[in-house]
């Protein structure tokens, strides 16, 4: 009977996959900035316009026995392309208990949320499909919401801002995939999609979309 049971649990565990493969370049374009809430929310003015970019190429991706170890190359705003990037490294866990809040997760994108949501403060977050929505506090004691989407490949495609109570759009930050063949240019952001590695600077401090 234990053994029945055993294999019952093992065949009842869903497995997870990476969505990402080497090689992978992707950007993510600030689309909405709401200056005036911005100051409210955070005391300071933000480091980034609208229309700004942050781009990451994915370098190398490493299967270990409990996590994926994702290895990028990062650039922030107004940094230039044509310079080296800095190397950044997400540790993603395959079990969705020990989530990260980043930009990647892994596939099934909905399952996965709706795993790690057992692990996690409902006073704090809640999932909706492929998006998760985090409430957070300011500096200054002002309290938003933060909400990503994620696509089928468990790639960041929407991060959104919001004022806590009245539901305006501070910063919204979109992005998708992007090919290379005479020039830089953009194959269309994923529509109604959310963040993560995304940098904003308020202050010496620096506010991640991770």
């Known amino acids: 009977m234990c053994f029945n049971i055993n294999v019952r649990a093992q065949e009842d565990e869903q497995e997870f996959f ?48 409990v996590e994926w170890s994702i290895t990028t190359e990062r650039w922030d705003y107004k940094e230039e392309w044509g310079e080296r990037g800095d190397t950044v490294v997400y540790e993603l866990f395959k079990n969705p208990i020990q989530f990260n809040d980043y930009i990647f997760i892994l596939t099934p994108t909905d399952d996965y949320l709706q ?27 002002v309290d938003y919401r933060w909400r990503k989407n994620f696509d089928t490949k468990g790639v960041l495609s929407r991060e959104t801002v919001f004022t806590y109570d009245l539901d305006i759009v501070i910063i919204m930050i979109e992005g ?12 269309g952001f994923m529509a109604f999609a959310l963040t993560a590695l995304i940098i904003i600077n308020f202050r010496k401090k620096k506010f991640l979309i991770k």
């Open 115 to 141: 795993e790690a949501m057992t692990n996690l403060d409902t006073n704090i977050y809640s999932v909706s499909g492929n998006s998760i929505t985090k409430r957070v506090k300011s500096d200054i004691g």
């Open 18 to 65: 990476m969505g990402l493969n080497e090689g992978d370049e992707l950007v993510w374009e600030v689309t909405e900035l709401n200056e005036y809430y911005f100051r409210n929310t955070f005391g300071s003015e933000p480091n980034f316009e609208k229309g700004d970019k942050i781009r990451i190429v994915i370098s190398e991706l490493y299967e270990g026995a």
């Open 176 to 187: 998708g995939y992007r090919v290379i063949p005479f020039g830089f240019y953009f194959l």
